[in-house]
Each structure stands twice: as C-alpha cells, then as structure tokens.
Antibody, heavy 117, light 110 residues
C-alpha cells in the first residue's frame, strides 16, 4: 500500500524555524518528483515546492523562496521541508504529494503548522 | 505566478451535469498538456481525478471528464451524485519546474 506520512508540524513563533518530514512507503521513492502543497485554514491549495528525483533540481513558490528549503533522502524514502523565518501567513496544513505529469497524484494526510506568538 | 481562475461555486441536481472552468495563461494551462483536477472533501486530503488534461487514474468513475481549449481547462461531472459534493481544484505545470493551483470551486448537489 502506498503511504505518505507527514510529521514535524506544530506551533512556532514568528521568525522561528520548523522542519517537516514526509516518510513514504509502497512505491519507488527515488523515481518520483515530490512536492509540498499547503492549505491555509478555510482556503485553497497552494503549491509550495518541488524536488527532482535525485534532488538536483528544486523549485519554490515566490512566497517561500529564500526561506524554505526542500530536500530528500532517497535511502530513507523521506522528503523534507526546512522552513525558516516563518510568518503568520505560513500557517497552514502542509501536504506532501507525489509528482505526476506536472501535477501530483498521491497525497499524505497533512501536518498543521501554526505560526503565532 | 498567479493562481489559476476557477468559479467559487457551482451546483446541480442529482443526475445532472456540472462543468467547472479553470483559466490560466499561455505560460501554464495553454502551454502544456499537464492539467490535473482534484476532489477534496471537508477535512480530507485531496484526491486526483484527472491528469494530463483528460486522463483518469484507475478507480476514478468515468462520470468525471476533462478537456482543454486554449488557456482554459474544464472538468465535467456527469450524473451528479450526493457524494460528489466537495471542493474541486485544478492545477497546471507552470514552467521552470513550478506548479500552479486554481482557487477552488465548491460544488453543491441540490
């Protein structure tokens, strides 16, 4: 069974940092681009970041560029998102999602990040 | 990179059809065949319905169909059922390894 399980969310103060993880199983992780997508409370889906199969290429939404860093460990089948200089507007459920044809096909259940003092 | 434009809401009676539009630009929807559609029920993770404009993953009913003309993609849900009441999102490859989502459409089954 294919599984994506995010962890690492929580409450953090503005300006703080957090590292999200996404443990995967049931598919060949190293063969897929992987994405992070977020959803603020009551709002729509917003793409955050994307990383190539071997980690050599990455891309970011303008709203997080320079503050967030995506990485992966293919030996551990795990995706990461390092989030620095967090702002209130970064508050959202963060989903890990497997890439397919320029979009995504499989999603984790999400982890909630709350940025508040 | 702006979000794709979707109508905020759409509705139909059981058995009817509803079509949701997703408008972008020649840099995203119009420039690639990589448009996807997702269904999200409250409190749940999204589910892929359509990829590459009109392809259905296995297990998705053929009541769901996708198309594209120019910079606008569309999702049609035929034979509406109560369980189709949900939020629907489109996405497109946006070039430079980026992805862009639409703002979402809430579908109500009357």
């Amino acid at each position: 069974e294919v599984q994506l399980a995010e962890s690492g969310g929580g409450l953090v103060q503005p300006g703080g940092s957090l590292r999200l993880s996404c443990a995967t199983s049931g598919f060949t992780f190293s063969s897929y681009w992987m994405n992070w997508v977020r959803q603020a409370p009551g709002k729509g889906l917003v793409w955050v970041s994307r990383i190539q199969t071997d980690g050599t290429k990455t891309a970011y939404a303008d709203s997080v560029k320079g503050r967030f860093t995506v990485s992966r460990d293919n030996a551990k089948n795990t995706l990461y998102l390092q989030m620095n200089s967090l702002r209130a507007e970064d508050t959202a459920v963060y989903y890990c999602a497997r890439g397919k044809s320029g979009g995504v096909d499989l999603w984790g259940q999400g982890t909630l990040v709350t940025v508040s003092s | 990179q702006s979000a794709l434009t979707q109508p905020p809401s759409a509705s139909g009676s059981p058995g009817q059809s509803v079509t949701i539009s997703c408008t972008g630009t020649s840099s995203d929807v119009g420039g690639y065949k990589y448009v996807s559609w997702y269904q999200q029920h409250p409190g749940k993770a999204p589910k892929l319905l359509i990829y590459e404009v009109s392809q259905r993953p296995s297990g998705v009913p053929d009541r769901f169909s996708g198309s594209k003309s120019g910079n606008t993609a569309s999702l049609t849900v035929s034979g509406l059922q109560a369980e189709d009441e949900a939020d629907y999102y489109c996405s497109s490859y946006g070039g430079n390894n980026k992805v862009v989502f639409g703002g979402g459409t809430k579908v109500t089954v009357l």
